[in-house]
């Protein structure tokens, strides 16, 4: 249906998760048949009617595969990607304004992804 999430909107979604009426799905982007290729970013829909909201990560993922949701202990509420291609994890607040956190990086030290 109009404003449905088409093949416009997702190059190559991997993972997905919900969270107040809203599915999160991780894009890893790329090319799109001869138009600019997209980069790797989330993209949430409204759970009910699959209309597109926004996108998240744009700039900050590189290959985002798998993602959660997670409620923290103070009430905050984040959400957690994997991303593959910069080998770290991404956490995004939900529903707080914020510019997030990183947990690791590429490596073989305790704390590093390879």
């Known amino acids: 249906g109009v404003g ?23 894009d890893v982007g790329g090319d799109r048949g001869g138009r600019e290729a997209l980069p790797g970013r989330v993209v949430v829909l409204d759970a009910e009617t699959l209309f597109l909201v926004g996108e998240v990560g744009l700039g900050q993922l590189r290959l985002p595969a798998g993602l959660d949701v997670l409620h923290l202990p103070d009430g905050t509420t984040e959400l957690i990607i994997a991303d593959h291609g910069l080998h770290r994890l991404c956490c995004l607040p939900l529903g707080a304004e914020g510019p997030g956190r990183t947990i690791g990086r590429r490596g073989r030290a305790p704390g590093m992804f390879h």
């Open 4 to 26: 449905c999430v088409s093949e416009a909107v997702l190059v190559h979604p991997w993972g997905v998760t919900s969270h107040g009426g809203r599915l999160y799905v991780t």
